[in-house]
């Protein structure tokens, strides 16, 4: 009998199968038919799909019946990759090797002598200011790519303003982390390598000394804390309330929800009717838009800060144990606008106070001029923050915050006038210049600008 034949195949199907002979007679003659095609000439053989997928009982590797406990390994290399970003890796690479030759100085002073320990000392001081300046240049070069590639993208190539937004928000957040985490680590190094300065640190800090910090655990903990000041131990709570959880991420859905359709009812048309008064600078009209376009951004800025800073920030806070929850004070009052600055975003302003005043100040520059500089660093993020989104850097956004450091100076002294008038004064300025002069004047600019280069305003129009 031909394996090559039809008729091979007709008399293997009329062997019964109701047997198990005759079930094995049939499975041989088919092993042999194939191995004979092979060798016969290469001919090839027709698939049969009765391939037996389902032989046995099976569970699930994640169901708690199953026969052996799934490896998470992927996961962990997840969180490494995407969830903490790259940038604070390449931090933690780079503190990881300058915490190793801290260490290794430090057994070599214990292993000498006094009188070889001073030589070692003025040598070792030589050597760690030559690689301490590597070791800050890779931090600025590493934070500085943080925020220089997302900018890049985000103006050469995202065309989605609230998209763009998002991924800028991000890109700062990560940079001034970074930052943040580079100079604490640099301090906590020196005072390793000096003892006598070890004596100022703040005792919380005693509970995870340097270099026992340096871990990707510690810095996992810091990039997902809401904080933008790293330290090595942070106050925590005993357990999560998982109750208070989700009663704060409902109310941050519900206001996003409000937010979006605010935006979408009220302050689009407004924007939209604005851009031809804008195009022929018919100032009366601008400045109606302007007024009505006020009340609308008034209230998505307070239901857009109650959700981030009410909402969100204590939602992630008490999933991470995170106790210190006081992201603002009652900037409402403000009685006058450095106070507001001071306490309406409480994360920013410990990295200002933190990073920027108070090194200053400690370098000999008055506390004015400290201040100045602080809000003309914050202009420059706030210009990236808007003006990239939006593929326009006009510099209004920078121009506002500069302009802030006169009204501060206007208001610091109805702050300490003897009772409330002064109080009333200075607060009534401040939601004056807060609700009519700063976010509608700029929300105005800049979409004008957006719809100028992508929209329905024509380069025609705004001749």
Same mark, same amino acid.
């Given at each position: 009998m031909?394996p090559?034949?039809?008729s091979?195949?007709?008399?293997?199907?009329?062997?019964?199968t109701?047997?198990?002979?005759?079930?094995?007679?049939?499975? #041989?003659i088919n092993?042999v038919?194939?191995?004979?095609?092979k060798?016969?000439g290469n001919?090839?053989?027709?698939y049969r799909?009765?391939?037996?997928?389902?032989s046995?009982? &099976?569970?699930?590797?994640?169901?708690?019946?199953?026969?052996r406990?799934?490896?998470? *390994?992927?996961?962990?290399n997840?969180m %490494?990759? %995407?969830?903490?970003?790259?940038?604070?890796f390449?931090?933690?690479?780079?503190?990881?090797?300058a915490a190793q030759?801290a260490?290794?100085?430090?057994?070599r002073?214990?292993?000498?002598n006094?009188?070889?320990k001073?030589?070692?000392?003025?040598q070792?001081r030589?050597?760690?200011?030559?690689?301490?300046? @590597?070791i800050?240049?890779a931090?600025?070069?590493?934070?500085?790519?943080?925020?220089?590639?997302?900018?890049?993208?985000?103006?050469?190539?995202?065309?989605?303003?609230?998209?763009?937004?998002?991924?800028? %928000?991000?890109?700062? +957040?990560?940079w001034? $982390?970074?930052?943040s985490y580079?100079?604490?680590?640099?301090?906590?190094r020196?005072?390793?390598?000096?003892?006598?300065?070890?004596?100022?640190l703040?005792?919380?800090y005693?509970?995870?000394?340097?270099? #026992?910090?340096v871990?990707? &655990?510690n810095?996992?903990?810091f990039?997902?804390?809401?904080?933008?000041?790293?330290?090595?131990?942070?106050?925590?709570t005993k357990? +999560?309330?998982?109750?208070?959880?989700v009663? #704060?991420?409902?109310e941050?859905a519900?206001?996003?929800i409000?937010?979006?359709?605010?935006?979408?009812?009220?302050?689009?048309?407004l924007?939209?009717?604005s851009?031809?008064?804008i195009?022929?600078?018919d100032?009366?009209? !601008? !400045?109606?838009?302007?007024?009505?376009?006020s009340?609308?951004?008034l209230i998505?800025?307070?239901?857009?800060?109650?959700?981030v800073?009410?909402?969100?920030? =204590?939602?992630?806070?008490?999933i991470?144990?995170?106790?210190?929850?006081?992201?603002?004070?009652e900037?409402?009052?403000s009685p006058s606008v450095?106070t507001?600055?001071?306490?309406?975003?409480?994360?920013?302003?410990?990295?200002?106070?933190r990073?920027?005043?108070?090194?200053?100040?400690?370098?000999?520059?008055?506390p004015?001029?400290a201040?100045?500089?602080v809000?003309?660093?914050?202009?420059?993020?706030h210009e *990236?923050?808007?003006?990239?989104?939006?593929? =326009? !850097?006009?510099?209004v956004?920078?121009?506002?915050?500069?302009v802030?450091l006169? /009204?501060?100076?206007?208001?610091?002294?109805?702050? $300490?006038?003897?009772? @409330? =008038?002064g109080? +009333?004064?200075? =607060?009534? !300025?401040?939601w +004056?210049?807060?609700?009519? %002069?700063?976010?509608p /004047?700029?929300?105005?600019?800049?979409?004008?600008?957006?719809?100028?280069k992508?929209?329905s305003?024509? $380069?025609?129009q705004i001749?």
């Amino acid at each position: 009998m031909d394996p090559s034949d039809g008729s091979s195949s007709r008399d293997i199907n009329q062997i019964p199968t109701s047997t198990t002979k005759g079930v094995a007679i049939r499975e #041989r003659i088919n092993a042999v038919s194939t191995n004979s095609s092979k060798s016969a000439g290469n001919a090839p053989v027709k698939y049969r799909h009765v391939a037996a997928v389902h032989s046995r009982s &099976r569970t699930s590797c994640l169901s708690s019946d199953s026969e052996r406990t799934p490896s998470f *390994l992927g996961f962990r290399n997840l969180m %490494v990759i %995407v969830l903490i970003p790259c940038h604070l890796f390449v931090a933690y690479i780079i503190e990881l090797v300058a915490a190793q030759q801290a260490k290794g100085a430090i057994g070599r002073m214990k292993r000498d002598n006094d009188e070889v320990k001073d030589y070692h000392d003025a040598q070792a001081r030589k050597t760690f200011q030559a690689t301490w300046i @590597v070791i800050a240049w890779a931090h600025g070069i590493n934070a500085t790519l943080c925020l220089l590639v997302t900018t890049i993208v985000v103006y050469g190539y995202v065309n989605h303003p609230l998209i763009g937004t998002i991924s800028e %928000v991000h890109a700062i +957040i990560v940079w001034l $982390k970074n930052c943040s985490y580079a100079f604490t680590n640099r301090d906590l190094r020196h005072a390793l390598l000096n003892p006598s300065s070890a004596a100022s640190l703040p005792e919380i800090y005693a509970e995870c000394p340097y270099p #026992r910090n340096v871990t990707l &655990r510690n810095l996992s903990y810091f990039w997902w804390a809401p904080t933008l000041v790293y330290q090595p131990v942070y106050p925590r709570t005993k357990d +999560i309330r998982w109750t208070f959880v989700v009663k #704060r991420l409902a109310e941050g859905a519900g206001l996003s929800i409000f937010i979006w359709l605010a935006s979408a009812q009220y302050a689009a048309p407004l924007l939209h009717n604005s851009l031809t008064k804008i195009a022929t600078l018919d100032v009366a009209s !601008i !400045i109606e838009r302007l007024m009505k376009l006020s009340t609308v951004s008034l209230i998505v800025w307070l239901a857009g800060f109650f959700a981030v800073f009410q909402s969100i920030l =204590n939602a992630l806070a008490e999933i991470m144990r995170f106790g210190d929850r006081e992201f603002y004070s009652e900037w409402w009052n403000s009685p006058s606008v450095g106070t507001y600055w001071r306490t309406w975003n409480k994360p920013v302003y410990h990295f200002m106070r933190r990073h920027i005043f108070s090194p200053l100040v400690g370098r000999g520059w008055s506390p004015r001029f400290a201040s100045a500089m602080v809000f003309v660093f914050s202009g420059f993020l706030h210009e *990236l923050l808007v003006g990239v989104p939006t593929h =326009n !850097i006009l510099g209004v956004a920078f121009i506002g915050m500069v302009v802030q450091l006169p /009204l501060i100076a206007v208001t610091m002294p109805l702050e $300490k006038m003897q009772g @409330v =008038n002064g109080k +009333i004064i200075g =607060n009534s !300025i401040f939601w +004056i210049s807060f609700c009519l %002069v700063g976010q509608p /004047l700029a929300a105005l600019l800049y979409f004008f600008a957006w719809q100028a280069k992508y929209g329905s305003v024509s $380069k025609q129009q705004i001749r």
